[in-house]
Each structure stands twice: as C-alpha cells, then as structure tokens.
C-alpha cells in the first residue's frame, strides 16, 4: 500500500444502520425510566394519593411498553389497517 491508496475514500454503507444506537439508548434510559418512575410512585403512596397513583401507573405501564417494545407502533398501526380493510402498497 501506498500514501495514494491510504488517501483514496472509501465507499459508504449503502444503509445507515441504527440498531447499535437503538440499543445503547434503550439499555442506558431503560434504569433511568425505572428508577424515576419508582421515586414518583413512592411519592404518590406516601401522600396517600392513590388515585394519581393509578392514573401514574397505566400512563407509566403505556410509555414502558412503548419503550421497551420499540416496534409496538408498527405493528399496532398494520392491524388497526387491516382491521379496516385498508390496504397498503
């Protein structure tokens, strides 16, 4: 090899693979989820407020699943259209 090979680019990915980043996001907001939602939890038990305590709980079970099972939405919206009879191309 010379310095002329060494300074010739090299060809791109032909796609952008973003499963890495996916994941790091996932394992590295995943316990701070967790622990947030366990401290408001806490809070709303200590106070005795056990009605926002509930609202807080599906809204935090909603968003979990949302995260955590990150095609949720796809899937959720390919049933919902074919429930319709929608079709798509």
Known sequence: MNVIDLA??????????????ADFLRKFFGPLFLVIVSVVALFFLFTREITRFMQFIILAIA???IFYVPNIIEVTAKAIASALGITGG
């Open 8 to 21: 010739q680019p090299s060809t791109p990915p032909a796609t952008v693979n973003t499963q890495g980043l």
């Open 63 to 65: 968003i979990g699943v």
